[in-house]
């Protein structure tokens, strides 16, 4: 199974940016039984979580830096995961990271698939 991460850039203090993550290398019915992550590491820090999805109904969970300023989505089609980031701050600068865990949680550790990664930046 593969995580392809997508649409990181620069963007101003107050602005927006949407992240995708495209699934993709195994049966419908098995990425189903993942549950989808967002995490992001900034230079000199510990990679942390941002937020969580379940294919099947959609519950999210978000790190409390990010709630109520991003939302995490799913397109069980196409097989995608997106992560709507708004009213961003200097500290959301990161390289953000898509997951895949057989368990619903927010550590890390327990997230055994994981995209390449996608810079945001976030200038003041």
């Known amino acids: 199974v593969q995580l392809q991460a997508s649409g990181g850039g620069l963007v101003q203090a107050g602005g927006s940016l949407r992240l995708s993550c495209a699934v993709s290398?195994?049966?419908?019915?098995?990425?189903?039984?993942?549950?989808m992550g967002w995490f992001r590491q900034a230079p000199g820090r510990e990679r942390e979580f941002v937020a969580r999805?379940?294919?099947?109904?959609?519950?999210?969970v978000y790190g409390d830096p990010v709630e109520g300023r991003f939302t995490i989505s799913r397109d069980n089609f196409k097989k995608t995961v997106d992560l709507q980031m708004s009213r961003l701050k200097p500290e959301d600068t990161a390289i953000y990271y898509c997951?895949?865990?057989?368990?619903?949680?927010?550590?890390?550790?327990?997230?055994?698939?994981w995209g390449q990664g996608t810079q945001v930046t976030v200038s003041s």
């Open positions: 997951a895949a865990s057989e368990f619903w949680n927010s550590d890390r550790s327990r997230y055994h698939l």
């Open positions: 290398g195994a049966s419908a019915r098995t990425i189903s039984t993942y549950f």
């Open positions: 999805i379940t294919w099947s109904d959609g519950v999210t």
